[in-house]
Structure formats: structure tokens, C-alpha cells
């Protein structure tokens, strides 16, 4: 995954000889890929837009995006994680932009409070054809310290909790030799994303999942995202186990 500063780009640009900003090369970062998919609307524009949404005022405090880039000219983003912070450094918010094997994204928004780090989001995006939209997520960020961060995503319904999908990444600096080394571990990475959920989808549909059809997108394209503090708080269809943490 790529760590980098919206408002750098140009200086982004300049790190490596294998690396480049909306230009191919071995690593590359694409505007287009990210944000409203449109030049047209600058990354911090649409970021900013989000983060309003939300009540989230950055102040011009800084925006990170951490998300996949293009391998070999080929990228997956299932999320992307835009940190957006205050003119101190601290984190203000964070936006969870979900994207499916279907060319659609969602967002959603949560305002970031170190001593309250749940969020609770209802579900509005189709993402797996082995899930319904419906129930909704809970979200526990820890943004980066000591060169760490991580994230987990409970999605959960009536029944309870369903799926959990944990991101763990460590910062280093972006360079060629680093470049050369991901290259070799993991020279098809960018298309090994996709690969690997559809692998993993056939799994599943052969031990008998139940396959669901894709609806239309909703209009809704913003999901604004609560802090979980009580039960008021906390979706009705949350099973007891993750409503006695709040």
C-alpha cells in the first residue's frame, strides 16, 4: 500500500525512478483511480466535500490517503483510507472509501476521537454477492504511531457478527531499492488483489454460500459514520457481544 500526501504529489513524483504519479511506471499513484474518479474535482476538494459532510472541518490540515496502487499498470483499491488532519498533525477524521469488483464506491465518514476509536456505520453499499446490504459496520482505527497502523471492520447483522476484515500496515520509506524489493516478493500484486478475491469467492460459492444477485446502486454515495458510546448509539440489529463494549 502507498502512504502518501494529497497536497505532494508533484513532490511524490520525484521519489524514485520506479515510481510515478499519473504516469505509468513500475509503482504508480492515479488520480483518477481515487476521489470522484475526475480530474475535474481536485483530491482534496472531494475529501473535503466528505469530511463537511461529516461537520469534519481539517482547517488545511494535512490529507492522507492509504490505499493500493497500480503494480505494472494494474490496481485494486477495496478501501482506501483518507486521514484527515487538523493544522497541529492531530487526526480529525477518516474516510473508509469502499470500492467492489463492479466499478462502484462508497464512503463512508467518521469523525476520529483517540479516547472513543468505534465507529458505527450503517451498511448502504453492496460489496460481496455472499452478503445482503444490510446490518451495518463497526469500525476501530488506530492511525499511525511508531510507524504503525491498523484497522478493523466488523460487519454485522441480526444474526451477529458475520465477517471481520483486519488491515495491519508498517511504514518505510518509499524508494527504489524498496520498490525492487516488492517487486520481487510480490511482482504480480496489483493483479493479485483481484485474483484473490475471485479465488476466494469460488471457494465459497462451492461449499454452498448462497449467491446474491447485484442491485442497482443507491443514490446515497455518503455514509456518515457515529461514535459508538451507548445502545442509543448503536444499530438495533448489533448482536449483544459488540453492544456490551460500548
Avoid: C
Wanted: charged share 25%.
Amino acid at each position: 500500500m502507498l502512504d502518501i500526501d494529497i497536497d505532494r504529489l508533484a513532490e511524490a513524483d520525484k521519489l524514485s525512478r520506479l515510481f510515478a504519479v499519473d504516469r505509468g511506471s513500475a509503482i504508480s499513484f492515479q488520480q483518477a483511480d481515487h476521489g470522484a474518479r475526475d480530474r475535474a474535482l481536485p483530491l482534496r476538494a472531494w475529501a473535503e466535500a466528505r469530511y463537511a459532510e461529516a461537520g469534519i472541518n481539517l482547517d488545511g490540515g494535512s490529507i492522507r490517503l492509504v490505499s493500493f496502487p497500480r503494480v505494472l499498470g494494474v490496481g485494486f483499491a477495496p478501501i482506501s483510507i483518507w486521514l484527515g488532519h487538523g493544522p497541529d498533525g492531530a487526526l480529525r477524521g477518516a474516510i473508509y472509501d469502499v470500492h467492489n469488483t463492479f466499478g462502484e464506491t462508497h464512503s463512508y465518514v467518521s469523525a476520529f476521537d483517540s479516547a472513543h476509536p468505534h465507529t458505527l456505520a450503517d451498511k448502504e453499499f453492496f460489496v460481496s454477492p455472499f452478503f445482503d446490504v444490510e446490518g451495518g459496520y463497526r469500525f476501530t482505527l488506530r492511525p499511525p504511531e511508531k510507524g504503525q497502523m491498523s484497522l478493523v471492520v466488523e460487519n454485522v447483522d441480526a444474526q451477529g457478527r458475520a465477517h471481520v476484515a483486519s488491515l495491519v500496515v508498517k511504514a518505510t520509506a518509499l524508494s527504489s531499492p524498496a520498490i525492487l524489493r516488492w517487486l520481487v516478493a510480490m511482482p504480480i500484486s496489483g493483479l493479485g488483489v483481484l485474483v484473490a478475491i475471485h479465488w476466494q469467492a469460488f471457494w465459497l460459492f462451492l461449499k454452498g454460500a448462497r449467491y446474491r444477485g447485484k442491485p442497482a446502486q443507491r443514490s446515497k454515495r455518503t455514509t456518515l459514520a457515529r461514535r459508538e458510546n451507548s445502545d442509543a448509539d448503536t444499530p438495533a440489529d448489533t448482536p449483544k457481544d459488540l453492544r456490551k463494549r460500548a
